[in-house]
Structures are given as structure tokens and as C-alpha cells.
């Protein structure tokens, strides 16, 4: 976490300020927990250290209140970072898409690189991406380059060796419910 993260402009990276946070209704409800648990848990535990810990009298060399009161401060800068993002979030429910032949937000997406390798990821928000399950962000390359696409369609990624074409395999999207 920056150390300024309260303070960043609050647009997805690489895009224009203003641009909106896209984000599944898992990944809010994520954020939503996360910060009810800072505020009525992690956050009271706290503050009862650094009360005990500050009347015990000289605070200069105690150590319970200092990091009580460093944890406080990065949990106060958390909480306000989460208001902030919560406030500004666009929930887009995948399962809702009605055009399923195209890759749009919320999307998972096999796709052929050129050594056959088949390689599927789930386009979604910014704050929900997850590497080891296949979670990109709608704003990494891959995703951008993915997105609009149909299955048949072959698309050129950026990747660090370079530019790729892929075939887009599949398409799908959570049932509607």
C-alpha cells in the first residue's frame, strides 16, 4: 500500500481521471467487508492497546503505543482509501450481459497463444485482480486487447517479449440468476 493512497488521484491506472471503477458485485461486497472489519474490529483492539499502552505513562519508549499508533494511522489511511473507492464504484453484474459472444467486463476468456498453449482469464476490476486465479484487470494489456472481441478472432498482446497474436477459444459468462 503507497503510503499516500488516500491521496492518489482515484482513476484506474493508465486511463483518464474521472474514468469510472468498474467492478464485480463479489468484488465490492469484498471491499465492503474489509472495511467493516477495520472499522468494528481491527480498529477498536487498537485503540484499546494505545489507551493502556499510554497510561502507563512515558511515551517515548513504548513500544505498544508507538506501533498501536503507526497500526491506527494505516488503518485510518485504509478506511479512508476504501470510503473513497466504494463511493466512486460502478457495480457491473457480469452475469447480466446480454451480449454474450463478446468479451466485455466481467468475461472469462480462453484464448490459443501461438505454441498452442490455452491460457483463460477473467476480466474484472481493478482492485479484484488476482494472478493465481486468472483475475485481470479490465485496464491490463491483455484485457484491452481481449475485450469486444469473438471467439474465432485472433488479437494481438503486448507482452514483455514483444507483440502476440491469440485466438480467442471461448467465451462465458455466470449464469444470469
Known amino acids: 500500500m503507497a503510503a499516500d493512497e488516500d491521496d492518489e488521484d482515484d482513476s484506474p491506472p493508465g486511463l483518464p481521471p474521472g474514468t469510472p471503477f468498474y467492478m464485480t458485485p463479489a468484488g465490492r461486497a469484498a471491499l465492503q467487508a474489509e472495511l467493516r472489519t477495520l472499522w468494528n474490529e481491527d480498529r ?14 512515558d511515551r517515548s519508549e513504548n513500544a505498544d503505543y508507538q506501533y498501536g499508533k503507526r497500526r491506527l494511522r494505516e488503518i485510518d489511511r485504509r478506511v479512508r482509501f476504501l470510503r473513497k473507492r466504494l463511493e466512486r464504484v460502478q457495480v457491473v453484474d457480469p452475469a447480466t450481459q ?44 491483455v484485457a484491452r486487447a481481449l475485450l469486444k472481441a469473438r471467439v474465432g478472432d485472433l488479437v494481438r498482446i503486448r507482452t514483455p517479449a514483444g507483440p502476440e497474436e491469440v485466438e480467442v477459444v471461448s467465451i462465458a459468462y455466470p449464469p444470469a440468476g
Not at 47 to 57: M, R, Y
Not at 108 to 128: F, L, W
Open 44 to 57: 477498536p483492539k487498537v485503540v484499546e492497546i494505545v489507551s493502556w499502552a499510554a497510561s502507563l505513562g
Open 98 to 141: 446480454p451480449r454474450r459472444d463478446q468479451v466485455f467486463f466481467g468475461a472469462t476468456v480462453t484464448y490459443a497463444r501461438q505454441d498452442d498453449s490455452e491460457h483463460t482469464v477473467t476480466i474484472v476490476g481493478v482492485d479484484e485482480t488476482d494472478l493465481e486465479r486468472g483475475h485481470i484487470s479490465w485496464v491490463s494489456p
